[in-house]
């Protein structure tokens, strides 16, 4: 569809959805808006540069239908996914975001291919999942893996510390810690984060690790097992930034409250403390 195609489809669908006495017409034309700005870039601009479109939305996104309310929300998120157009996430609408299928948006696009818009993605999720119903959504929708999966790439290594902060989010809530602690080899892959040079992502990984050794003694043993978790921990603990720092003082503290004779099974790992 052209661009002046775009522009005539937009201008007539906020008509309609302002000028209809009947909800279908307004539901369909919101409907419509919500398609073209799911996948383009190009389009969410058309919108949000059409004369009088953002104030329409926002006056019906407090309609009192419950449907045109969530349709005029999506239509909003879409718009932010635009770097450009980062619309502020209020805390009452984090909710209806979800409700209205974002975060499944959200989810399949982070699992999916690389895009420019990546971190704002990522810091979009962030918003949402910090309301416990959107965290048992996203879990659901496999956002865990996902999140891993970024973790893991070489793509950039602020993705990967912005995916760790999602991630912690997550394990705030039992959805999000118990997908964790089923991940294959969470403790190791938490580790190996360590052993990077992004500070953002060794915050992340202290703090998912912290919240693995406070739910599970399995976590803890795993930890011990490896033979530099101690060494790293130390010089975080030394040459991290200020909340790395304080991040990996708790993980020693958690390490030298634990029985470590039942842990490491007679390896001298800590007789340097």
Known sequence: MSSARVREVIRQCLSEAQSSDFHEAEQKALQTLVSITKVSPLNRNLLALTEGAIPALLTLSKSSSDIIQILSLSILFNLSLNPDLNLAMLDKNKAKF??????????????????????????????????????????????????????????????????????????????????????????????????????????????ILLLLFEESEGCVRDALRLPDFSTLIADISVRGSARAREKAALLLKKIMDADLDSYVDGNPMFSQW
Do not use: W, Y
């Not at 420019?116 to 929708?141: I, K, M």
């Not at 912690?168 to 190791?188: C, H, M, P």
């Open 98 to 207: 979800g409700v209205a299928g974002t975060i499944q948006l959200l989810v399949k696009a982070i699992a999916g291919p690389r895009c420019p818009a990546a971190h704002h993605l990522l810091s979009s999720l962030a918003e949402l999942v910090r309301f416990h119903g959107n965290c048992t959504l996203a879990v659901r929708e496999g956002a865990v893996q996902a999140l891993i999966q970024v973790v893991e790439s070489t793509d950039g290594e602020d993705l990967a510390g912005t995916s760790l902060l999602v991630l912690a989010l997550l394990a705030r809530f039992d959805e999000g810690l118990n997908a964790l602690r089923k991940t294959d080899q969470i403790v190791s892959k938490m580790v190996d984060v360590l052993k990077g040079r992004c500070m953002l992502s060794k915050e992340g990984a202290a703090e």
